[in-house]
């Protein structure tokens, strides 16, 4: 069964860079779809990005000019970079799988506060 | 980008009754409509796949239906652990997936 797990700083200045680090355990990256969700009271569930199984990558329009999503096979994990960050991107950051055209799998999420 | 919907956006039930929650696309996605359920301090958790496909484990209660724009979640028979968030999510066109607002569902 495969389990993600992301970790990273809980806390970002504003300006800095958000970086998050997800692990995964039951699949190979090499073999499945890798996303970044966030989750705001206010915006609900947004999509970030995500990187394929042959290290493609798609960016949600609103986030494409801060985001970055980079994969690391070697220790089967794949990364967040959301730069420029303001008190506006506080959220649980959740790293999932997609297979086909759904997630069946999500990590437990990583609460990120943007402040000074 | 495909803007999804959600009615009510809060419910209040009680035990063993029949629950329906409502999904609008803003455009034509034949069946590519996802279900997720979201306790408090969880993640998401995928109910319902494929419209109306059951993931592995969910309880028959669980039912989904609809294509095109309009799609629905059936409960029936609410049990005590639905209590929930329920938020559903399209892949028609995406990237960017679009979820849903999401429809909290309360003990009454």
């Known amino acids: 069964q495969v389990q993600l797990q992301e970790s990273g700083p809980g806390l970002v200045k504003p300006s800095e860079t958000l970086s998050l680090i997800c692990a995964v355990s039951g699949d190979s990256l090499s073999s499945s779809n890798w996303h970044w969700i966030r989750q705001t009271p206010g915006k609900g569930l947004e999509w970030i990005g995500n990187?394929?199984?042959?290290?493609?990558?798609n960016y949600n329009p609103s986030l494409k000019s801060r985001v970055s999503i980079s994969m690391d096979t070697s220790n089967n994990q794949f990364s967040l970079a959301l730069t420029s960050v303001t008190p506006a991107d506080t959220a649980i950051y959740y790293c999932?799988?997609?297979?086909?055209?759904?997630?069946?799998?999500w990590g437990q999420g990583t609460l990120v506060t943007v402040s000074s | 980008d495909i803007q999804m919907t959600q009615s009510p956006s809060s419910l209040s039930a009680s035990v063993g009754d029949t629950v329906t929650i409502t999904c609008r696309a803003s455009q034509n996605i034949a069946t590519y409509l996802n279900w997720y359920q979201q306790k408090p301090g969880k993640a998401p958790k995928l109910l319902i796949y494929a419209t109306s496909s059951l993931q592995t484990g969910v309880p028959s209660r669980f039912s989904g239906s609809g294509s095109g724009t309009d799609f629905t979640l059936t409960i029936s028979g609410l049990q005590l652990e639905d209590f929930a968030t329920y938020y559903c999510?399209?892949?028609?066109?995406?990237?960017?997936?679009?979820f849903g607002p999401g429809t909290k569902v309360n003990i009454k």
């Open positions: 999932a799988r997609l297979i086909l055209w759904w997630i069946d799998s």
């Open positions: 999510q399209q892949s028609y066109r995406a990237p960017p997936l679009t």
């Open positions: 990187i394929s199984s042959s290290g493609g990558t």
